[in-house]
């Protein structure tokens, strides 16, 4: 029996820092190549403005001044027994907990929501400073108050209980209105891990090797991040509500529950009676196998990712939409039964209001009116919206609900030995043929990030939503290889 517990400091190294301080104002700016007003490709640049214009080309950056202590605890039980001279068998018991851990995002600056019993609530008032503001749509003035008394009112924006110390926050206004898009890393992300294991390994004997290992875990966070916000191909954007860390708690983008892994090595025996050239080309045969079935990773299908339905004004902009209740999120069989349509797109719809009040409510409050004429008429045809669609309300679905194609692959190899003992007693030319994904099975990688938003600007779903396009790993593959060893 063998235990152990650790706690160890997750130093904040300064690769943690390097994109969200390479990419921002002074070292770097984006800019449009091609339409105005920042230039026209290839004729030339329109100068970068490093200015306080909140449709400055430039980015912001913003790293927390004086952060917590990043710690991670990490511990261990398991027990091991011999069942025979050549046999063990280990189970364990295994965990983690990430305290202050990294939380990378490309964009602090937004309009904040307020905070209702039905979810965060984006207002409904235009913005402040408007790239482009529609005809006959009022501004409202700078100094537009925060209504404390209102049971919508932002989160923490008017201080205490009795409304005194506000914090500036004004509805529809980024939190900075004379700012672009800001990157950050603050420090507020945590992570827990916990896992059955289970081993088994056959020392060789009988010439006949086994190993075998079985991990059924699960990792949360709520952040995946080290050095950008979007580490991982499944993650969608590189911004999540950094201001409500529990709508992000959920599997890791890295998350596999199950995973099981079995090798096995046989030396063929050669009969003792074979001699001479029969016995030449007799010996030193070896196959092996290793046989691999894991389950996939998880996915998190957001909307609004290529417009902005719910008025955030910010350079990430995106939306969470509802699941219907009951609906199969993906198709297992895609790939192998004529279609590659993984993720079932019915089973996400925009957020629908609680009732007509919540609905109805008069601005900065409530939802959106003009949102369901707008989609009636630009989708001529399609199904009409639940007439409580509330595009700027932020829908249930937990991050990575969704979880993507599972792996079951087997390599096989045949090798044999050919000793010349002619010239040394362990000089040997070995053969090798290899399998990789033997049984040729296509085992598709998990939607790209590009095909995960479930519903767009408008309220349709994009083309290419759920579809598989990729494999993880290649069809079959045969290799040969000669090998002198001495």
Same mark, same amino acid.
């Given at each position: ?6 706690? +160890?400091?997750? &130093? ?16 770097? %700016? ?146 900075? $209105? ?7 890393? #603050? ?16 020392? &060789? ?15 949360? !966070? ?7 916000? !979007? ?33 096995? &090595?046989?030396?063929?025996?050669? $009969? ?20 691999? %079935? ?45 279609? &590659?349509?993984? #993720? ?16 109805? %409510? ?5 939802? !959106?009116?003009? +949102? #369901? ?111 002198? #060893?001495?």
């Amino acid at each position: 029996m063998r235990g152990g517990f650790g706690l +160890f400091d997750n &130093l904040p190294l300064s690769y943690m820092f390097a994109l969200n301080a390479l990419q921002v104002a002074p070292n770097g %700016a984006e800019v449009d190549l091609n339409g105005p007003p920042q230039g026209s490709y290839p004729l030339g640049f329109a100068p970068i403005a490093l200015s306080t214009s909140a449709t400055a080309s430039s980015r912001y950056g913003f790293n927390e001044p004086f952060p917590k202590r990043n710690y991670i605890m990490q511990w261990n039980v398991n027990v091991q027994r011999q069942v025979s001279p050549s046999t063990s068998v280990t189970l364990a018991y295994a965990g983690s907990r990430g305290i202050h851990n990294p939380f990378q995002t490309d964009e602090l600056n937004t309009v904040f929501p307020f905070s209702t019993t039905s979810g965060w609530l984006f207002p409904t008032v235009p913005s402040i400073i408007p790239t482009n503001p529609p005809q006959g749509v009022p501004i409202p003035p700078l100094n537009t108050p925060v209504v404390c008394s209102s049971p919508f009112a932002p989160q923490g924006a008017c201080g205490n209980i009795s409304g005194s110390s506000p914090t500036g926050i004004i509805p529809g206004q980024r939190i900075n $209105p004379n700012v672009a898009l800001t990157q950050s890393t #603050i420090f507020q992300a945590q992570s827990w891990y916990e896992a059955l294991q289970a081993r088994v390994d056959k020392r &060789l004997s009988h010439s006949l090797q086994l190993g075998g290992s079985f991990t059924w875990g699960k990792s949360l !966070d709520t952040s995946s991040s080290s050095f950008a916000g !979007d580490n991982y191909s499944n993650n969608i954007t590189p911004t999540i509500e950094w201001w409500d860390i529990h709508l992000s708690k959920g599997p890791s983008d890295f998350n596999v529950t199950r995973n099981l892994v079995i090798n096995g &090595l046989w030396t063929v025996p050669t $009969p003792a009676s074979f001699t001479g050239p029969l016995s030449f080309v007799a010996k030193g045969w070896e196959l092996g196998a290793v046989f691999e %079935a894991s389950d996939g990773t998880p996915l998190w299908t957001l909307g609004g990712i290529e417009g902005d339905p719910m008025g955030q004004l910010n350079g990430e902009p995106m939306s969470i939409p509802d699941y219907v209740s009951g609906c199969n999120l993906t198709n297992p069989s895609s790939g192998r039964s004529g279609t &590659l349509q993984y #993720i079932n797109p019915n089973c996400f719809i925009n957020a629908v209001a609680p009732s007509a009040a919540f609905f109805n %409510a008069a601005s900065p409050f409530g939802c !959106d009116k003009s +949102f #369901i004429p707008n989609y009636a008429a630009a989708n001529p045809g399609l199904p009409p919206l639940n007439p409580l669609t509330c595009i700027n309300l932020m829908g249930n679905l937990g991050r990575n609900t969704v979880i993507g194609p599972g792996l079951l692959n087997l390599d096989f190899s045949v090798v044999k030995d050919n000793y010349i003992k002619k010239i040394t007693e362990s000089f040997n030319v070995q053969f090798r043929a290899e399998f990789f994904n033997v049984l040729n099975r296509a085992n598709f990688a998990p939607p790209a990030a590009g095909n995960l938003e479930a519903r767009s600007a408008t309220g349709t779903v994009p083309a290419g939503f759920g579809i598989l396009t990729t494999t993880q790993v290649p069809n079959r593959e045969i290799q040969f290889a000669l090998k002198l #060893i001495w």
